[in-house]
T-cell receptor, first 114, second 115 residues
Framework: GENVEQHPSTLSVQEGDSAVIKCTYS??????FPWYKQELGKRPQLIID?????GEKKDQRIAVTLNKTAKHFSLHITETQPEDSAVYFC?????????????FGQGTTLQVKP | NAGVTQTPKFRVLKTGQSMTLLCAQD?????MYWYRQDPGMGLRLIHY???????AKGEVPDGYNVSRLKKQNFLLGLESAAPSQTSVYFC??????????????FGPGTRLTVT
C-alpha cells in the first residue's frame, strides 16, 4: 500500500547549524508533498509544500527539494533557532482521484540547542 | 474566523463506554478528516469526507464511525471504547471554494484516555 518513510526520527543540532529531514514515498502518482510543524501540545501547521512540477521551493530559512525519479523529498532548515524545535512531519498525496488524502511520515523530533 | 475547532479537549472513558467527538470548521471547506496520533506513528487517517452526506474509510477505521450531516461538522464516534483507542485525535479540513484540496488545516486535538 501507500507509504511514506521519514528519517531521522530524532535530530539534534546546535543553534545556527542546518537541519535536513528526508522522506521517501511509494506511490509514483503522488504529486503534492507538504511539510507540517507541530510544537509540543499544539496542532500540526503547514509550513511549506511542493508540487511535482517543481524541483525546489524556498521560504526564508526553509526549503524543500523533490526528486521524483528517486521518489524522495527533503526539508532543509538553515540557521536554526531554538524556536525551530518541534516535531516535523512530511506527507504525500495519497490515493487516486481528488480526495485531498495525505499519507504522513512518522515524524522527526528536532531539537535546536542554544 | 475560528478555523477548525474540536470538542472536547480532554476525555477519560472506561472500557466499553461510548462517546462522540465533534469537529467544526467555519472556512467553508468541502473535505474533512479524522486522524489519530500515537507516539512514533505519525498521523493516521481514520475516516474522511469529501462532502456533506459522504464518508469513507481511511487507514485505521476499525472501532470508529463518522457522520457528516452538515458541511461544517464532522463527528467521530466510538461505540465501545478500548484501551487501544487511547490517543490524541485531530480533525482537519481542506478545499475552500476555488482553492486546493490538499492544504489541510488542523484542529487543536482531543486527548482521549481509555482505562
Amino acid at each position: 500500500g501507500e507509504n511514506v518513510e521519514q528519517h531521522p526520527s530524532t535530530l539534534s543540532v546546535q543553534e545556527g547549524d542546518s537541519a535536513v529531514i528526508k522522506c521517501t514515498y511509494s506511490d509514483s502518482a503522488s504529486n503534492y508533498f507538504p511539510w507540517y510543524k507541530q510544537e509540543l501540545g499544539k496542532r500540526p501547521q503547514l509550513i511549506i509544500d511542493i508540487r511535482s512540477n517543481v524541483g525546489e521551493k524556498k521560504d526564508q530559512r526553509i526549503a524543500v527539494t523533490l526528486n521524483k525519479t528517486a521518489k524522495h523529498f527533503s526539508l532543509h532548515i538553515t540557521e536554526t533557532q531554538p524556536e525551530d524545535s518541534a516535531v516535523y512531519f512530511c506527507a504525500a498525496k495519497g490515493g487516486s482521484g481528488n480526495t485531498g488524502k495525505l499519507i504522513f511520515g512518522q515524524g522527526t523530533t528536532l531539537q535546536v540547542k542554544p | 474566523n475560528a478555523g477548525v475547532t474540536q470538542t472536547p479537549k480532554f476525555r477519560v472513558l472506561k472500557t466499553g463506554q461510548s462517546m462522540t467527538l465533534l469537529c467544526a470548521q467555519d472556512m467553508n471547506h468541502e473535505y474533512m478528516y479524522w486522524y489519530r496520533q500515537d507516539p512514533g506513528m505519525g498521523l493516521r487517517l481514520i475516516h474522511y469526507s469529501v462532502g456533506e452526506g459522504t464518508t469513507a474509510k481511511g487507514e485505521v477505521p476499525d472501532g470508529y464511525n463518522v457522520s457528516r450531516l452538515k458541511k461544517q461538522n464532522f463527528l467521530l464516534g466510538l461505540e465501545s471504547a478500548a484501551p487501544s483507542q487511547t490517543s490524541v485525535y485531530f480533525c482537519a479540513s481542506s478545499y475552500p471554494p476555488g482553492g486546493s484540496p490538499y492544504e489541510q488545516y488542523f484542529g487543536p486535538g482531543t486527548r482521549l484516555t481509555v482505562t
